[in-house]
């Protein structure tokens, strides 16, 4: 018994340590958003919002941010239209040899070093004579993203019942008609789920984009870009909106996740 | 074909495989006087095979994402389990907790690292205000150590959450079992849970590995010169050197590495007895 508790200790020490490790590094930065620090010492008399205020009126970070937003977007519009379309076609045949060829072949930007697919991408697109700018890192995001939204959709139409899309076809619905009748107001949950993740993807993508990046890059590109010249504290403010920003979408996103089934759905097919 | 075929795959040819085939082409290339020669030659991979530079760097590099791997493969399964073993409430919230710095900027996580680890830094303040240092310490930040923890700390959460959701599947009734055949603590893990949350720790592994081994952002930002690695090598190849060929070929080396982790972790974490 003694030596159980000195494993449970340990265990929990250990996870402690884990926990700390994964949040002290961000909690820094929020200090620091509203402080200023001399010889390693944080200064809580100097309270103040000056940092932010510096930020608003850096132009060539809203621009960046501006652009995040439209590229995200745009991403993954496309990204769900391939995915869905993707999804439905594995499901519908799902021992066809070429359905599981296609699901590799989505899963590769994935899977690969993002310096892989960024790379490729780079490459490829100055051989067909393509410079680099936002349409290009749109692609980038669109690749990248595809196999996650694709499986959230595919693991949602899996659980379907195969009886839905029968009865509907014997009382005469045309395809088009069982997919907008059937299958899509099933799937609403899920693309919900599916592109606020790709979404927190899109934004926080650094390393494809580096490469697909003309002068006119994403947030976390006009970041690093900044980050290599030396450390200005506005980074911190900048860095605590964009955390702010994030853990809303994460909020929302666990939240759907749960009204969707999440890990449930899998594990109902599985069984 | 259908027209949906045609849309798939078109968008699948144009968008993955042709640009991953003219990058694997890229790489028989070669650049005289600032523009690519499309003339088939071996002479990158020659040269990235017999320069001792690239050679160093490579192996150091699979070394460093080796050693980042089987550091949170312990730390990450003693998490997992830890998380395991709390009452139902507290795992959804443990596990949240660990996913939400998963969507948190990854540049931003690598940049926060630079607080803690800098001379004048988070973990120096706690050193010397414990007394274990008596000056701040400068071999923190900006060498391979530094790289080390910092992948290790961002990479943390792939490592936990494929181990905690294996050890979920582990149905009861098999822990029952093994309870009822007379099994002890130690002799429940050590035959019954750890063989089968195994594959989760190897999943992790394989996604720790792959990572850490491609990753330039990290190298880049805590890294200083000690901290060149074979993903800032081939980024370098893209900016100032500008040698594509190059910098192709010394990715397909780590493709090459990347599928045959990628592939034996499919093995592995995929036994016979689970088939």
Redesign the interface.
């Known amino acids: 018994m003694k030596r159980?508790r000195l494993l449970d200790v340990?265990?929990?020490s250990?996870?402690f340590?884990?926990?700390l490790?994964?949040?002290?590094?961000?909690l820094?930065?929020f200090v620091?958003s509203f402080f200023s620090?001399r010889?390693?010492?944080v200064r809580w008399d100097t309270f103040s919002f000056e940092w932010y205020a510096r930020l608003f009126s850096n132009e060539s970070l809203g621009e960046a941010l501006l652009n995040s937003i439209i590229v995200g977007i745009t991403a993954i519009i496309a990204a769900t239209v391939?995915a869905t379309?993707?999804a439905?076609?594995v499901n519908a045949r799902p021992s066809s040899r070429?359905a599981r060829m296609?699901e590799y072949?989505?899963f590769?930007?994935f899977?690969?070093?993002?310096?892989?697919t960024g790379?490729?991408?780079?490459?490829?697109f100055r051989?067909i004579g393509v410079s680099r700018g936002l349409a290009t890192i749109i692609?980038g995001h669109?690749?990248f993203v595809l196999a996650i939204i694709y499986r959230i959709i595919l693991t949602r139409l899996n659980s379907l019942s195969r009886s839905l899309v029968e009865a509907a076809q014997d009382l005469g619905a045309s395809r088009l008609q069982t997919f907008r009748f059937i299958i899509l107001p099933n799937l609403r949950m899920p693309l919900l789920t599916a592109g606020i993740?790709a979404f927190?993807?899109s934004?926080?993508e650094?390393?494809i984009t580096?490469?697909l990046a003309g002068t006119d890059g994403t947030l976390?590109v006009r970041?690093?870009a900044m980050?290599?010249v030396g450390f200005t504290p506005e980074?911190n403010a900048l860095?605590t909106l964009?955390?702010g920003f994030?853990?809303v979408?994460?909020v929302v996103?666990?939240f759907a996740w749960r009204r969707s089934g999440g890990?449930d759905n899998n594990r109902i097919t599985r069984i | 074909m259908r027209a949906?075929?045609c849309?798939?795959?078109g968008?699948?040819a144009l968008?993955?495989?042709?640009?991953?085939a003219?990058?694997l082409v890229?790489g028989f290339f070669f650049v005289v006087d600032n523009s690519v020669v499309y003339r088939p030659t071996l002479a990158n991979f020659a040269e990235i095979l017999s320069n001792d530079s690239y050679r160093t760097t490579f192996f150091k590099t699979l070394r460093m994402a080796l050693e980042v791997s089987a550091i949170n493969l312990v730390?990450?399964y003693?998490?997992a389990?830890?998380?395991w073993?709390r009452p139902p409430a507290w795992r959804n919230f443990l596990v949240?907790?660990?996913?939400?710095?998963l969507?948190?900027?990854?540049?931003?996580?690598i940049?926060?690292?630079r607080?803690?680890l800098g001379?004048?830094?988070?973990l120096?303040?706690v050193l010397l205000a414990l007394g274990i240092v008596d000056e701040?310490v400068s071999a923190l930040l900006f060498n391979l150590t530094a790289v080390r923890i910092t992948l290790s700390?961002v990479l943390?959460?792939f490592m936990?959450l494929p181990i905690y959701?294996s050890l979920e599947r582990i149905p009861n009734s098999v822990l029952n079992a093994a309870a009822d055949l007379g099994a002890g603590?130690l002799q429940t893990f050590a035959r019954v849970i750890l063989p089968l949350s195994l594959p989760g720790g190897i999943v992790g592994a394989m996604f720790t590995f792959?990572?850490a081994?491609?990753?330039?952002?990290a190298p880049?930002?805590v890294g200083g010169i000690e901290g060149f690695t074979y993903?800032r090598l081939?980024?370098s190849q893209?900016g100032l050197a500008f040698n594509?060929p190059l910098?192709?070929a010394l990715?397909i080396l780590?493709?090459i590495v990347?599928l045959a982790v990628?592939y034996m972790a499919r093995r592995l974490g995929n036994p016979r007895w689970q088939r």
């Not at chain 2, 001379?119 to 988070?122: F, P």
């Open positions: 159980l340990s265990l929990a250990v996870s340590l884990v926990y490790a994964l949040y002290l590094p961000i820094l930065v620091l620090m010889r390693g010492r391939i379309l993707a439905l076609h070429s296609l072949v989505i590769l930007p899977l690969l070093p993002p310096i892989i790379l490729s991408l780079l490459i490829y051989e692609v669109a690749v993740l927190a993807l934004f926080d650094t390393m580096l490469f976390p970041l690093y980050m290599r980074i860095i964009i955390l994030s853990i979408l994460t996103f666990a890990i | 949906e075929d849309v798939l795959w968008f699948a968008f993955i495989l042709i640009p991953l003219s990058f890229y730390l990450g003693a998490t389990y830890f998380i073993l949240i907790a660990l996913a939400v710095p969507l948190m900027s990854y540049i931003i996580k940049y926060a690292m607080g803690v001379t004048n830094g988070l120096n303040s701040p700390v943390l959460p936990v959701i603590e792959v990572l081994s491609g990753d330039f952002l880049e930002l993903g081939i980024f893209f594509w910098g192709a990715s780590l493709m990347a990628i």
